[in-house]
């Protein structure tokens, strides 16, 4: 198995919901994104092409993601709740180009990083 590793950046607001110290306040951040996907070498000697990881998650994350303020999206936009929703998002767009989403990485700053894997249990915890 083969596992392939693109990074991305955009920067968004929120606010944390119930939550009490500074991150309930409304305030940003440059997250950074490593999404990483899994599968065998093709033909072509490749698993998919690092333009295809590309593509697909500049549409149906980072064009969605960046500059935006999370909370109108995710009812209370924690990294976790964030990440879990990459996952699930991207999954089925991988299954087409035989290979699937491994892991997830998403930092908020510098120092805070949350790392979802997919275990068959794809329950979304909002």
Not at 40 to 51: C, E, I, R, T, Y
């Amino acid at each position: 198995m083969y596992y392939l590793l693109r990074e991305f950046t955009f920067d968004a607001a929120h606010r944390i919901v119930d939550y009490q110290g500074k991150c309930e306040k409304l305030h940003g951040h440059t997250y950074r994104l490593n999404v990483t996907v899994a599968g065998k070498l093709g033909a072509n000697g490749m698993v998919v092409d690092f333009a295809i990881i590309k593509k697909v998650v500049n549409e149906m994350i980072i064009d969605k993601l960046d500059h935006c303020y999370l909370n109108d999206l995710f009812p209370n936009p924690t990294t976790e709740i964030v990440a879990h929703w990459i996952y699930t998002t991207l999954l089925p767009a991988f299954k087409k180009y035989d290979c699937t989403v491994y892991e997830i990485s998403l930092s908020e700053g510098a120092n805070n990083t949350v790392t979802f894997r997919g275990d068959g249990d794809e329950r979304h915890t909002e």
